[in-house]
């Protein structure tokens, strides 16, 4: 028996966690990691891949072993690894006032899907040779067969798979960049209107929906109804996400910061908890 909620206890060790002077260099530390255990997930799949790739290469009576037959263990090791530590970072990166999700750079999904490319490139570089370029040979029969348009996709799987998986990547970083600068953006709105905007009351019209027992919170678009400056009446639907200790109910009152000089603009119009003033608190519920 303890005298200790172990909720309560738990919750003040991950307060610590994220609290701590360490914890910059730590995410730090645990995305590298994660670029590594994802380059040993990327080998991996090539390395599964092979085994298939050899056996359209070469004919049913000649090898189909795979010289990458003894990496297969990279798959399920890099890819529990690289699971793991996407969730440790985004314990780490969840700012202690606000709960939002603060990495030093980009987040550990592009980290892995880099780290996925290069692990795909390395093991390119390494996979089984066919038996004869341009025939599957069938050294039992003699019944040899050119390659065909298949064949020889499958062969050059050295060049298009990294290809491929470099501009997943990429691609993966340009979002990342970009939704990193939409809310660096959406902060700067926010700060620049705590100095020269309004925060008026509001309430809650359509709440989000009930979460389940046990779950963290809820998400979706909530509706409020606020007065701007002018005295008009004007109703708002953002985005949200909401932990379940603090979700409004219908008719709850909230605080709405919002700009006179466009009040109908919802870009400029941010609403937070009842009492908010900072911006952490208007920066709470944003999704």
């Known amino acids: 028996m303890s005298t200790i909620d172990p909720a309560q206890a738990r ?18 530390a645990v995305l590298v990691a994660t670029g590594l255990a ?10 599964m891949l092979d085994s298939m790739r050899i056996s359209k290469l070469n004919g049913v009576f000649a ?33 202690p006032s606000a709960g939002r999700l603060r990495y030093p750079v980009v987040g550990p999904l592009p980290v892995a899907m880099v780290g996925i490319a290069t ?17 599957r040979t069938d050294p039992s029969f003699g019944n040899d067969e050119t390659w065909g348009t298949t064949q020889w996709i499958w062969y ?47 309430e809650v019209t359509e709440a989000l929906p009930v979460p389940s027992p046990g779950s963290a919170g809820a998400a979706g678009r909530m509706t409020v109804r606020f007065t701007d400056p002018q005295g008009t009446d004007r109703w708002v639907r953002p985005m949200c ?17 919002c700009d006179p000089q466009a009040p109908a603009d919802v870009r400029r119009i941010f609403v937070g908890p009842r009492g908010a003033r900072a911006a952490s608190e208007f920066e709470r519920w944003l999704l």
């Open 119 to 135: 692990g795909v490139t390395w093991m390119c570089t390494r996979l089984t040779a066919p038996v004869e370029v341009g025939v």
């Open 63 to 95: 090898t189909w072993e795979s010289r990458l037959d003894h990496l297969f263990w990279l798959f399920p090791v890099g890819l529990c690894a690289t699971i793991a530590l996407v969730l440790l970072s985004t314990l780490l990166a969840r700012a």
């Open 11 to 28: 919750a003040e060790r991950v307060e610590r966690l994220r609290s701590s002077p360490l914890r910059p260099a730590a995410l730090t």
């Open 156 to 202: 050059r799987a050295d060049l298009w798979w990294p290809v491929l998986a470099w501009a997943l990547a990429v691609a993966a970083l340009v979002v990342a960049v970009v939704v990193r600068q939409r809310h660096r953006a959406r902060s700067a709105r926010i700060a620049h209107l705590l100095e020269a905007g309004r925060i008026v009351p509001g």
């Open 241 to 257: 996400r909401i932990s379940a200790g603090e979700l409004p109910f219908v008719g709850a009152e909230v605080a709405v910061l």
């Open 38 to 47: 994802a380059a040993a997930l990327g080998a991996g799949v090539v390395a």
